[in-house]
């Protein structure tokens, strides 16, 4: 199936959706390349189901055109498009087997013989054994390979996922990530998946879009959003990130110097995405990984030129791997620290006088006119 | 005490049988009765075993006309019912339109409405229209008070239904027909078939409505009333047994399809 040309590139130019006065989707654009596995992340009801299925076809845009590599698919219905739709919830049909479910797109589109590749695809999916079972007889996990299988068969130019994994546990859902992308190296087909999980986005795709309110916030590769998110809902979203407000107070060479309650933070200027002057005000973040902690004793042995900040433990939880910090500070009350449990200092427990220090590399600088807190409130809806 | 703890261990059995054999008695009745060989021409009580009545089911004059004419018009009434019921219901659960409310509520009044009210409201409404009664205006009442059963067994159906099973087949290059066809027709239809049973035994066995609207066309229930007045044919009871079987066959054969299916699947 892997093939070299575009026709699996997927292209919307300024496609948007209103519902009356509601708008779910800004109007956007974006291009998924060929053979790639793009996601599309951001909490419910932020556009990204709405998006997905105007590529479907089940939703027709207010505005705009959907390309499928140089065709022109804004106005074709669903069964003309050579695009497949894992559902969330599955959407089994009841009253066929197993069998007949992932034959359906087959004998709709005329083909006769199905049983070799039928079989062939439940192989794929190691459902061989349940060919002949009604959905309600298998498990949830089976459920979403058959659900995989039925849509892949059909061998469509992009295979969308709708938050497929969201009704599977935890320790099977991790496994169906692995499995999926799997199957994605192996056909080479261009994935479009839908999620709210941040961790299954980063897991899964080369490209995420970020997705906030009907608009794409930030799109890149997970590594490159999550060390140099560009809007404070992308540096909340993904994972946690500490947000500290400051004022540039003067620049040096590549650096901007900025102060922030009493003492004075490095920012590399390439890693601020604000417009920076001197006098403006900036939002210094970091992630609480890139923080080491450090008695109040020993701040004498921290080395020169890290970003450091003074504060008190407010709470300490030990989650094996790592611990987790609490750290109330001048600054900003409450700053998240994660901590390697490799070498544990214990008087680093609540109410200890510590030392925050980085390297100012991990440093990045957002427009402080924005929502200090955006996107920090879904995700512990989420996690309700 | 072991007599109380085995009472108490089959109390939900007992109870079972009871309620069972309460709702079975007047049909082993029936059944015994059409064995009967009264004396005079009532058949009421028993004199003697015999296979007369079984042997020429249609002895009486005018019964199995009467039978005949009461199953087209159960086949038929049920026909109509569940064609118009099953679009009635899709169109209220499917689609927003004027008036979706009044007749979402006006389509349960005739299962509300008492049956002779309806019954003489039809024969003034037939009366006026200068109709002539019979077959024809039979069929027409029937249908009517047929079709709230329908549309609320197919409605209930229709609306557990995931909306995306559909747009699933649309997905997978179902065209409009196909997906109807496919998909959403055998997903609804256990509860067609339901309206479908219902409305079938609902127009066999109604008398009141009938009786005002057929004018000079006798149908079962009505030949069985009139009988009664004169006399009970035995007949009356072999036709009675012989319908509980069918229905008894039919309970049968579903739970036999039932269980194979489930073994295969086990």
């Not at chain 1, 061998?155 to 496994?175: C, I, M, N, S, T």
Request: net charge neutral; hydrophobic share 45%.
């Amino acid at each position: 199936m892997t093939t070299t040309d575009n026709s699996g590139d997927v292209r919307l130019s300024g496609i948007g959706k209103t519902y009356g006065s509601f708008t779910a989707v800004h109007p956007l654009d974006l291009t998924v390349p060929q053979g790639s596995f793009f996601a599309l992340l951001g909490a419910s009801g932020c556009g990204k189901t709405t998006t997905l299925r105007m590529i479907a076809g089940l939703e027709e845009p207010t505005q705009g055109t959907v390309h499928l590599g140089d065709q022109d698919v804004t106005h074709l219905p669903p069964y003309k498009r050579p695009v497949n739709t894992v559902f969330q919830s599955y959407a089994l049909f009841p009253h066929l087997d197993i069998f007949e479910n992932v034959a359906f797109g087959l004998r709709r589109r005329g083909i006769k013989s199905v049983k070799k590749q039928v079989e062939e695809m439940l192989e794929l999916v190691q459902l061989g054994e349940q060919a002949r079972k009604k959905p309600h007889q298998l498990s949830g996990g089976q459920q979403q390979r058959v659900a995989v299988a039925r849509a892949l068969i059909n061998h469509p130019k992009v295979l969308l996922l709708d938050e497929p994994l969201g009704a599977l546990d935890l320790k099977l859902r991790r496994q169906m990530q692995l499995e999926l992308k799997r199957i994605q190296t192996e056909v080479g087909i261009t994935f479009v998946h839908v999620t709210h999980d941040q961790e299954e986005a980063m897991t899964m795709a080369d490209t995420v879009a970020v997705m906030n309110a009907g608009r794409v916030e930030q799109l890149g590769s997970p590594a490159d959003l999550y060390e140099n998110p560009g809007t404070t809902f992308v540096a909340n979203f993904l994972g946690t990130s500490n947000l500290i407000e400051a004022e540039v107070d003067s620049t040096s060479g590549d650096d901007l110097v900025l102060k922030a309650g009493g003492g004075k933070l490095v920012l590399p200027r390439a890693r601020c995405s604000a417009p920076a002057t001197a006098g403006g005000k900036v939002l210094v973040g970091v992630r609480p990984e890139k923080i080491s902690l450090t008695h109040a004793d020993d701040a004498g042995e921290i080395p020169e030129g890290r970003n450091r900040l003074t504060g008190k433990i407010a709470d300490a939880s030990f989650i094996g791997v790592s611990t987790q910090y609490v750290v109330e500070s001048p600054v900003c009350d409450e700053l998240a620290v994660y901590v390697q449990n490799v070498e544990r200092d214990g008087r680093l427990v609540p109410g200890a006088d510590v030392v925050l220090h980085w390297s100012p590399a991990h440093t990045f600088g957002l427009d402080a006119a924005q929502d200090i807190d955006a996107g920090v409130e879904t995700l512990e809806e989420e996690a309700a | 005490m072991p007599f109380v703890t085995w009472l108490k261990r089959h109390l939900v059995v007992i109870a079972g049988l009871l309620t069972l054999s309460y709702l079975l008695l007047p049909n082993v009745i029936v059944t015994v009765f059409s064995f009967n060989r009264p004396k005079g021409r009532f058949n009421y009580e028993w004199q003697q075993f015999s296979l007369d009545a079984w042997r020429q089911p249609c002895g009486v004059a005018d019964m199995c006309g009467s039978l005949s004419i009461s199953l087209q018009i159960a086949v038929w009434a049920t026909v109509g019912a569940t064609l118009l019921g099953t679009m009635i219901a899709f169109a209220l659960v499917r689609y927003r339109f004027r008036a979706r409310g009044a007749v979402n509520s006006l389509i349960f009044l005739p299962m509300a409405m008492p049956e002779v009210v309806m019954a003489a409201s039809l024969l003034t409404l037939f009366l006026n229209m200068g109709a002539q009664l019979g077959f024809w205006t039979i069929l027409i009442a029937h249908i009517m008070f047929c079709l709230s059963f329908v549309v609320t067994a197919v409605k209930a159906r229709v609306m557990s239904m995931d909306p995306r099973l559909e747009e699933a087949a649309r997905d997978l290059y179902a065209g409009p027909a196909q997906t109807f066809l496919r998909v959403t027709l055998p997903i609804a239809a256990p509860g067609i078939a339901a309206g479908a049973l219902l409305s079938f035994a609902l127009s066999f066995d109604d008398f009141i409505i009938t009786n005002f609207n057929a004018g000079s066309t006798v149908t079962f229930p009505m030949f069985v009333w009139g009988s009664a007045q004169r006399g009970t044919p035995v007949q009356i009871n072999v036709i009675g047994t012989a319908m509980f079987l069918v229905a008894v066959l039919f309970v049968l054969a579903s739970m036999l399809i039932g269980n194979r299916r489930n073994r295969q699947k086990a």
